[in-house]
């Protein structure tokens, strides 16, 4: 794959989840500098790309998002293959699976290979978490407080920024300050790890719980490609082969002068608009 410029970094796979599209904790312009900085033979989307819980309430979709995805469609178009994974938050696309939207393939789960022939299962990971499996009431009051924690974390960092001190993510922690979520995010990683097993791959690569890490969990490979609110964060397999967490943040607020905005797509944003739109009620009034 040619790339545009000699700063861009070029991958085999490139995995990305949790943007949450049509939130206000969204980091659309470093995703957007993510996207235009690198590329990727497959782009997969892990799910909770964009945010149907928040856009039944209200909604709320600047241009940068738009940009965003009108971006992951050009890609698609100049060659990358996109594929798409649903997850809880975006579960209405779920409806769509098996089927391309915008040459965006749609799918469940699927396995990637690795240059080195590793088999990993790729999923958004929701299916094994127990609250938004049995108790979907309370995943979304834990949403809301989950969305509470990153207004305050933009007001402190904006104190921050004003003491000339780095970003630094008061959510993260908080969240992983506290036992019971570092308990949930184990047993969330070791039920995930046992999925793959089950499967007969050798590792598994998913999102959902804003925490990215790779580490090895019983002889099996746990990968997780964090999120888009918190961290900036995104996993890619290099041309050799090897799986890296990326920590986009650092370099985009170590770069304020980079470009974030693009206005080059060739589809007219009010159709795309119209699209989602159109998805995410139908979802609400099917669901």
Sequence with gaps: MTADTASTQCYRAIWISDVHLGTRGCKAEFLLDF?????????????DIVDGWRLKRSWYWPQPHNDVVQKILRKARKGTRVVFLPGNHDEFARDYADHNFGDIEVMRETVHV???????LV????????????AKWLAHLGDWAYTVALGLNHWFNLVRRRMGLPYWSLSAYLKHKVKNAVQFIDEYEQTVAEEARRQGVDGV???????????????????NDGDWVESCTALVETQEGALEVLHWLDRALAS???????????????????SLRSMVWSARSTH
């Excluded at 690569?205 to 990968?223: K, M, Q, S, T």
């Excluded at 304020?256 to 119209?274: F, I």
């Design 35 to 47: 996207l235009k900085n690198t590329e990727s033979d497959v782009l997969y989307l892990v799910g």
């Design 114 to 120: 690795t240059k080195t022939g590793q088999r990993l």
């Design 123 to 134: 999923l958004h990971g929701d299916a094994f978490d127990g609250v938004v499996k049995y």
């Design 205 to 223: 690569v998913c999102g959902h719980i804003h925490h990215a890490e790779i580490r090895d969990i019983g002889g099996i490979l746990y990968a």
């Design 256 to 274: 304020p002068a980079s470009e974030t905005k693009e206005r080059e797509c060739e589809y007219s944003s009010s159709r795309m608009l119209g």
